[in-house]
């Protein structure tokens, strides 16, 4: 049986053209900073998001953490939306490895916090009873939201906030490229506004390992330091780093036909009697629906009956399901999704 794996666009594998560009990569020392493949990732990146440098990391995992770990001392607040991954999903990195305190605000239905909430959460520095407000930490585009996406307009009255009260803003861009090929803006209209910021290039853009957190200089290089640290430092890493380039100059464009795909899946569950899509058009690669109280189904056990007839998804919540288009995903898979869907609804 043939798998359509719709649970995430992590689970997409390497293209055959981005095998070859690792298999042929130039490689070196990389904590030595002689990787030439890894350095001409990190500088194609700096230049790709206008920021003043970047550095490899293994994974979004690490990128926020670093950051939020170069920005913060232990004791500070972040500032972060409660669906957010950082905040949910990365075992609380933060506070177990960085000591630093979160400061979740309700993330709203269009995936931003609402920026008078952000205002009255900023504690007066001058108050020792207080632990010190020191980031920003936002989200683009928003995967619990349904990767919904967040505009220039609103990053720029966040990052107003920030430079009034003296924090620093980091962006979880895990999607970026997914964001800007949306809303059809450069993405240097999408990070200039931020302090650091990271994505991924192992999600919708097919590299098997890998993000980039980008920032000036001097954050880099404390970023470098911490990545060590960690124990990312890795060795001839350009054979990762080569399928991160491909990826660049190859597959960003492609990103909206996933869009594309993701609202004729939406479409199609939207017709199914049980299922119910959350409330607006996908806006990227991520549709989100759940179960009617009437079905007997849970989301788990609707997942595992989809599985059984080779369509697999992912249960979040006890009725919510999340399905994520990718490269590896056609139109053909669209319409088999659907119609497997519908049958085992029936039988809910
Ligand atoms: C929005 C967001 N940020 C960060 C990450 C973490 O990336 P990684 O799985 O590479 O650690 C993910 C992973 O799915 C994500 O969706």
């Known amino acids: 049986m043939n798998i359509i794996d719709l649970r995430s666009d992590t689970v997409t594998q390497p293209t055959p053209e981005m095998r070859e560009v690792m298999a042929r990569a130039e490689v070196g020392d990389d904590v030595y900073g002689e990787d030439p493949t890894v350095n001409r990732l990190q500088e194609?990146?700096?230049?790709?998001?206008?920021?003043?440098?970047?550095?490899?990391?293994?994974?979004?995992?690490?990128?926020?953490?670093?950051?939020?770990?170069?920005?913060?001392?232990?004791?500070?607040?972040?500032?972060?939306?409660?669906?957010?991954?950082?905040?949910?999903?990365?075992?609380?990195?933060?506070a177990a490895l960085g000591g630093v305190l979160p400061f979740p605000l309700q993330n709203q239905i269009d995936g931003t916090l609402d920026l008078e909430d952000i205002r009255s959460s900023i504690w007066s520095d001058t108050d020792p009873h207080h632990s010190q407000t020191k980031l920003i930490t936002l989200e683009n585009t928003q995967n619990n939201c349904g990767g919904v996406v967040l505009e220039k307009s609103y990053l720029d009255a966040v990052s107003q906030i920030a430079s009034e009260h003296n924090l620093l803003f980091h962006l979880d861009g895990a999607r970026i490229f997914n964001a800007s090929v949306k809303l059809g803006v450069d993405v240097k209209e999408l990070t200039k506004q931020a302090d650091s910021m990271m994505f991924c290039l192992s999600k919708g853009l097919c590299a098997p390992i890998g993000s980039m957190l980008c920032g000036t200089k001097e954050f880099i290089f404390q970023a470098n330091r911490i990545r060590k640290q960690l124990g990312g430092g890795t060795r001839q890493a350009g054979i990762i780093a080569a399928a991160g380039i491909y990826a660049l100059e190859n597959l960003i464009d492609r990103l909206g036909e996933d869009h594309e795909r993701a609202k004729k899946l939406g479409q199609g569950i939207g017709k199914i009697d049980g299922l119910k899509m959350t409330p607006g058009a996908p806006e990227t690669n991520m549709i989100f629906f759940s179960i009617d109280e009437n079905i007997q189904w849970?989301?788990?056990?609707?997942?595992?009956?989809?599985?059984?007839?080779?369509?697999?998804?992912?249960?979040?919540?006890?009725?919510?399901?999340?399905?994520?288009?990718?490269?590896?995903?056609d139109d053909e898979m669209i319409n088999q999704a659907v119609q497997v869907l519908d049958k085992v609804i029936s039988q809910g």
Do not use: Q
Request: aromatic share 6%.
């Open 44 to 94: 194609l990146v700096a230049e790709l998001v206008g920021m003043e440098k970047s550095l490899f990391v293994s994974s979004g995992t690490m990128a926020n953490l670093i950051a939020i770990m170069v920005h913060c001392n232990r004791g500070h607040e972040m500032i972060v939306g409660n669906k957010s991954h950082v905040y949910l999903d990365e075992g609380g990195g933060y």
């Open 298 to 329: 849970s989301a788990e056990e609707l997942a595992e009956e989809a599985a059984r007839e080779g369509v697999k998804i992912d249960a979040p919540g006890p009725k919510l399901i999340r399905m994520v288009t990718h490269y590896w995903i």
